[in-house]
């Protein structure tokens, strides 16, 4: 909806939008035991608040920074928007990157805490945990409560219930107070040619490609997007 960029200053405004306006229809859909499932807009809306409030119980606070490591799947977005949604910055991982370049984007991005997709991932983060002072959590997105300890190690549904238990209050405060210049992600290079830069992009940053993608793309209702690069890959 190419009217958004006139009144829906960041990514979560528009899913507030989208779920008011397009309520029970699909805005996700995934393979799970062979069939497709779907996501409404309502359901996306109320699980990235409820994730959301569960990081604030967490202690994240605005300008924070999450980190994320997993292959694409509605739990990334989900963690992505609920992250921007308390006013935190998310910084993605490529899933197949090694301890060591796990190491380096936790320690330079001060990240707080990490969401992980299963226990693979995890053991990444076991493993450089004692050099990354400023983590002080790993959310499981698999919700393999034999990894949790109820600690540092979470699961994705427990911190949601947090966040349940807390109302969205606090949440719907930090999304009325964003600022569209200030900071929504922290995208590392490559590292190919040196250490690897983190790229500041803002919400303004994210919704302008956006729109600017809708001027390009003629997107119509009932349209589906196949997502095949890594989400880490914005």
């Known amino acids: 909806d190419r009217g958004l960029a006139m009144n829906h200053s960041t990514l ?30 309502e359901q996306y809306r109320m699980r990235v608040l409820d994730l959301a409030a569960g990081l604030v119980e967490l202690g994240v606070s605005a300008q924070d920074r999450v980190a994320m490591i997993s292959h694409n799947q509605p739990n990334w977005v989900i963690g992505d928007l609920a992250i921007l949604a308390v006013g935190a910055a998310s910084v993605p991982a490529y899933p197949n990157s090694i301890p060591s370049q796990v190491e380096y984007l936790l320690q330079h991005s001060e990240a707080q805490v990490i969401f992980v997709a299963d226990g ?25 409560e034999l990894l949790a300890d109820g ?47 983190g790229v500041m992009l803002s919400h303004r940053n994210l919704t302008f490609m956006a729109d600017a993608l809708s001027q390009v793309v003629e997107f119509e209702e009932g349209d589906s997007t196949l997502s095949f690069l890594p989400l880490s890959h914005v």
């Not at 979560?12 to 409404?40: C, P």
């Open 12 to 41: 979560v405004h528009r899913l507030e939008h989208q779920a008011e306006t397009l309520g029970s229809q699909a805005a996700l859909r995934f393979r799970l035991d062979n069939s497709w499932r779907d996501i409404s807009w």
């Open 151 to 197: 600690d540092f190690v979470l699961t994705r549904s427990s911190v949601e219930e947090r966040g349940i238990k807390a109302g969205r209050e606090q949440v719907e405060a930090r999304i009325q107070g964003l600022d569209p210049g200030s900071l929504a992600t922290i995208i590392y290079t490559s590292g190919t040619t040196g250490p690897p830069k």
């Open 120 to 144: 693979a991932q995890l053991r990444k983060v076991q493993q450089v945990r004692g050099a990354c002072p400023a983590l002080r959590h790993a959310i499981l997105m698999d919700d393999d």
